[in-house]
T-cell receptor, first 114, second 116 residues
Framework: AQSVTQPDIHITVSEGASLELRCNYS??????LFWYVQSPGQGLQLLLK??????LVQGIKGFEAEFKRSQSSFNLRKPSVHWSDAAEYFC????????????FGDGTTLTVKP | GAVVSQHPSRVICKSGTSVKIECRSL??????MFWYRQFPKKSLMLMAT?????????EQGVEKDKFLINHASLTLSTLTVTSAHPEDSSFYIC????????????FGPGTRLTVL
């Protein structure tokens, strides 16, 4: 069975500070990993995805994530947070052949202090 | 590219009535669309997979007679919540995959359903 754990329910950072959101997964095969962002009352927007190759993945809006197989982790990072980054962030893992079968974590709410 | 829309964005209905939610892929043909339900402060729960021209595949525990899904064209899937009750109130989100990228899904903006 596949599962995703996002250990931090809520994170608060100051604008301009760095950010790291944690994601740990459990998956029996080679994982396809995703990070999504959801603004209040909106759908999910894909930030980045990892399937293979370079374990450091660049995404949109200045985000990056690093896949660490030994730690079963796929943490999301941003060097300098903007107030507009305040949102809900979801990590997901799934099979490559069927995106709809992805399993989502419970999400991390990011608050940005001015 | 890969834009998915949903309509309506919000709907309020009385208990016992039916509500239809539309999901459209605007700039691509989606042979497969997915319907999710999201509770407040919770993750997404896959309800069903909508396949163009065939019956939808429902996840375990999802009532197929309650949540009717129709995928009549390559750009449109609909979810009808029949005989809605207050416990059906939720945020419903659809997503779609492009034919050449089935490993990635693109999400619609969601529909907030409130049943009084």
């Amino acid at each position: 069975a596949q599962s995703v754990t996002q250990p931090d329910i809520h994170i608060t950072v100051s604008e301009g500070a760095s950010l790291e959101l944690r994601c740990n997964y459990s998956y029996g095969a080679t994982p396809y990993l995703f990070w999504y962002v959801q603004s209040p009352g909106q759908g999910l927007q894909l930030l980045l995805k990892y399937f293979s190759g370079d374990t450091l993945v660049q995404g949109i809006k200045g985000f990056e994530a690093e896949f660490k197989r030994s730690q079963s982790s796929f943490n999301l990072r941003k060097p300098s947070v903007h107030w507009s980054d305040a949102a809900e962030y979801f990590c997901a893992v799934g099979p490559g052949t069927n995106a709809g079968k992805s399993t989502f974590g419970d999400g991390t709410t990011l608050t940005v202090k001015p | 590219g890969a834009v998915v829309s949903q309509h309506p964005s919000r709907v309020i209905c009385k208990s016992g009535t039916s509500v239809k939610i539309e999901c459209r892929s605007l700039d691509f043909q989606a042979t497969t669309m997915f319907w999710y339900r999201q509770f407040p402060k919770k993750s997404l729960m896959l309800m069903a997979t909508s396949n163009e021209g065939s019956k939808a595949t429902y996840e375990q525990g999802v009532e197929k007679d309650k949540f009717l899904i129709n995928h009549a064209s390559l750009t449109l899937s609909t979810l009808t919540v029949t005989s809605a009750h207050p416990e059906d109130s939720s945020f419903y989100i659809c997503s779609a995959s492009t034919p050449d990228s089935t490993d990635t899904q693109y999400f619609g903006p969601g529909t907030r359903l409130t049943v009084l």
